[in-house]
C-alpha cells in the first residue's frame, strides 16, 4: 500500500469555485491576487467562475515556460503586489503547472517576509509533485531551481478536469514523477503505473492513482520538510536529471522536466546497480520501458564534462562528494551516496548506449 499520511490543507475537489471561495472568504476584499501564466489563464481560470469579478481579486498574468521561472518573472509579481498595496494579511492564489507554483510561492514567501499562498495545480507534474511541499524558486545562472525557500502553501486544491487540456507530452512528464514515486516508495503504486493505459487516458482511475502519489510525495514532506535526511528520496534522478535539463536549454535543445528526470532515473538506476546491488535485469527492464516511452535527448562522450560539472551544484552535495540518491530494490532508497567521477561517467556511457 501507498503511505497514506497527507496535510489536511491539501483538498482533493471537483468543486473548485466553492473551494476557493471558502479560503478567501478569510481574507479582506481587495487583499487577494491571483498569479497565473498565458495559458491557464486561458484554458483554466473559467473553471473558478466569476470569483475574480465577486471577490475583487486582481489578476497578475505573467509569460510561461521554463525560461521565465526567473527573477525577472519574480520582479513583475512584486512589483504588481507592491502597487495595489498587498500585506502580510494578503493571499496570493497561484494557477498554473509547476513553473507557476514554484515561482509563486517563492514570490509570496519573500514579499513583506511573507504573505499566504494557496497552489491550484493545473499539469499532471504539478498536481502530484510540484505544488505539494514547500519547494518554491527559480533558475538563476542556469541552474534549476538555485534560488528558493522552503514554505509550505496554505493550501493545494487538486482538480483533476484541468488534466483535461494537457497535451500527451506535458502528461508523460507529470507521469515521470509519479514512476520516481513508485520507486522509491512503494513497488504497488509502481506496478498500478506500469499497468496504467498511456494510450488512452482513463481519467476516473486517474483519481485514485493521482491521489496515491501525493501520498508518497506528502509522507516524505511530512517527515523531512527542509531535506535533511529521507526527503532526498524525493531527488531520486535528478542529479542527473537536472543536469541533463540544464544542459538541454543552454544547447537550445530544451526538454520538458520529467523527460529529464526519466534520463536521470536511468542514470541512476545504473549507479544503483553498481553501488547498491539493484537487479541488473530489472535495470534492463526499466530502461527498455522508460526509453520506448520517453526516447532519449542524445549526448555524445564530449558533453560528459559539461554534466558533471553542472552535477556539482546539485543541493544535496557536500564539500566535493556528489551525493546520489540510489536504490537498492524498488522501495528500498539509498540516500547519500558518493559517486566517483569515473563511475558517473560509466553511468552516462550505458545511457548513451541504450
Ligand atoms: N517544487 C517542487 O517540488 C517541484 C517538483 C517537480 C517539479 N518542479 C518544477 O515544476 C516545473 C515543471 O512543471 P510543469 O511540468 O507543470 O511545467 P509548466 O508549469 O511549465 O507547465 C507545462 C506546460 O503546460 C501548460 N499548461 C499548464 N496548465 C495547463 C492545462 N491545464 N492545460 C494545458 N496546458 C497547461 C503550461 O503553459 C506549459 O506550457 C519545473 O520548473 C520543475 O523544476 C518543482
Ligand atoms: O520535493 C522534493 O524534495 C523534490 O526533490 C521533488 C522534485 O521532483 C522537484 O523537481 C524539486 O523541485 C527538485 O528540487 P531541487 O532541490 O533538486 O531543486
Ligand atoms: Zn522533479
Known amino acids: ?40 489563464d486561458k484554458l483554466c481560470l473559467p473553471l473558478i467562475g466569476q470569483l475574480i469579478e465577486t471577490h475583487h481579486i486582481r489578476k497578475i498574468v505573467i509569460r510561461g515556460g521554463e525560461t521565465n521561472k526567473s527573477i525577472r518573472s519574480v520582479e513583475q509579481v512584486w512589483e504588481v503586489l507592491s502597487k495595489h498595496g498587498a500585506d502580510r494579511k494578503s493571499l496570493l492564489i497561484n494557477i498554473g ?19 499566504a499562498f494557496v497552489n491550484i495545480p493545473t499539469t499532471l507534474l504539478a498536481q502530484v509533485d510540484a505544488s505539494l511541499g514547500g519547494k518554491t524558486g527559480i533558475n538563476f545562472n542556469g541552474l534549476k531551481n538555485e534560488i528558493g525557500v522552503f514554505n509550505e502553501p496554505d493550501a493545494v486544491i487538486i482538480n483533476t478536469n484541468f488534466l483535461k487540456t494537457i497535451d500527451h507530452e506535458n502528461f508523460l512528464s507529470g507521469f515521470a514523477e ?14 498500478e503505473l506500469m499497468t496504467y493505459n498511456l494510450g488512452q487516458i482513463d481519467y476516473e482511475a486517474l483519481q485514485a492513482i493521482i491521489a496515491h502519489s501525493v501520498a508518497v510525495k506528502e509522507w516524505h514532506v511530512l517527515n523531512d520538510l527542509t531535506e535533511k535526511n529521507i526527503r532526498k528520496a524525493l531527488n531520486f534522478g535528478h542529479t542527473a536529471g537536472h543536469a541533463f535539463e540544464s544542459y538541454a536549454l543552454y544547447e537550445g535543445r530544451p526538454i520538458l522536466h520529467g523527460y529529464a528526470v526519466v534520463y ?21 527492464t526499466i530502461s527498455g520501458w522508460l526509453l520506448q516511452k520517453y526516447g532519449k535527448f542524445d549526448i555524445a562522450r564530449q558533453d560528459y564534462e559539461a554534466l558533471y560539472e553542472l552535477m556539482t551544484h546539485d543541493k544535496k552535495n557536500e564539500g566535493s562528494r556528489i551525493n546520489f540518491t540510489l536504490i537498492s530494490e524498488i522501495g528500498k532508497v539509498e540516500i547519500n551516496q558518493d559517486c566517483p567521477k569515473e563511475l558517473i561517467f560509466e553511468a552516462l556511457d550505458y545511457y548513451r548506449q541504450l
Request: charged share 20%.
Open 1 to 40: 500500500m501507498a503511505p497514506s499520511k497527507i496535510h489536511s490543507n491539501i483538498i482533493f475537489s471537483q468543486q473548485i469555485e466553492a473551494e476557493l471561495s471558502k479560503i478567501i472568504d478569510g481574507f479582506p476584499a481587495g487583499k487577494v491576487f491571483l498569479l497565473t501564466e498565458d495559458v491557464p
Open 97 to 115: 503547472g509547476g513553473m507557476l507554483t514554484d515561482l509563486g510561492g517563492f514570490a509570496a514567501s519573500t514579499f513583506k517576509r511573507g504573505m
Open 178 to 191: 509519479m514512476l520516481k514515486h513508485g520507486l522509491i516508495k512503494s513497488p504497488e503504486h509502481w506496478e
Open 264 to 284: 536521470g532515473m536511468i542514470v541512476e538506476l545504473y549507479l544503483s546497480a553498481k553501488k547498491c546491488g539493484f537487479n541488473e535485469t530489472e535495470l534492463e
